[in-house]
């Protein structure tokens, strides 16, 4: 099992960015394919981004051109870059990994999931 650890969420108005960063401990980091998920109140949690081994990303549509998935193997980290955020985007926010992109866009055969981080927009 990895041990995750979200951070940078925060409260932030709308029109405005965060980046989310994840911190991924006891594995072969960069062998991973890895994404963004988020749980907005009294819903369930949904796929928001992944980007695989070699680098491909994959966004849901309806974030795409707003947020941008990456990762640093060097830092066992990936990071997710939000930007003109609109109050519909408060959720809490994790990360995983997933054994085939197929697998981790559709949330099966995760690892157990971190703490996540906060994100609230204002209007």
């Known amino acids: 099992q990895v041990h995750l650890v979200e951070s940078g969420g925060g409260l932030v108005q709308a029109g405005g960015s965060l980046r989310l960063s994840c911190v991924a401990s006891?594995?072969?980091?960069?062998?991973?394919?890895w994404g963004w998920f988020r749980q907005g109140p009294g819903k369930q949690r949904e796929w928001v981004a992944s980007?695989?081994?070699?680098?491909?990303?994959d966004y849901v549509d309806s974030l795409r051109g707003r947020f941008t998935i990456s990762k640093d193997n060097a830092k066992n980290t990936v990071y997710l870059q939000m930007n003109s955020l609109k109050p519909e985007d408060t959720a809490v926010y994790y990360c995983n990994r997933g054994p085939t992109l197929w697998l981790l866009k559709n949330g099966r055969g995760l690892d157990s999931w971190g703490q996540g981080t906060q994100v609230t927009v204002s209007s």
């Open positions: 006891a594995t072969i980091f960069s062998l991973n394919h």
């Open positions: 980007i695989a081994s070699g680098g491909t990303t």
